[in-house]
């Protein structure tokens, strides 16, 4: 069980951030890669992570999924403010 944690953190902030993504605020997707640095600062001092170069990897490259996790909830408020002003438009038409 307790290799399997890690990835429950990991799920879970991907939740957050896609959550967050899709409130009306873009600016709450900062929320979720400091909470990811966070967490790998904490592991890197309880010496689960035995190696700073791991570190100097791993944040880039969760910051970078984190992003595109962001970009994809951004598009699907996007996308969801576009149909409800669609249905608007077509509601005031008729």
């Not at 957050?16 to 929320?31: C, H, M, S, V, W």
């Not at 001092?45 to 570190?55: A, H, L, M, R």
Request: one cysteine or more; charged letters at 20%; hydrophobic letters at 50%.
């Amino acid at each position: 069980m307790n290799d399997l944690y890690p990835v429950f953190i990991i799920v879970a902030i991907l939740a957050l951030q896609y959550y967050l993504a899709t409130r009306g605020n873009p600016y709450l997707g900062f929320i979720a890669p400091f909470l990811f640095l966070g967490w790998i600062l904490w592991r890197y001092t309880t010496n689960d992570i035995d190696n700073i170069v791991t570190c100097i990897i791993i944040v880039p490259i969760g910051w970078l999924i984190l992003y595109a996790e962001w970009k994809s909830g951004r598009k699907y408020l996007e996308e969801k403010t576009e149909k409800e002003l669609a249905k608007m438009k077509m509601h005031d038409i008729n």
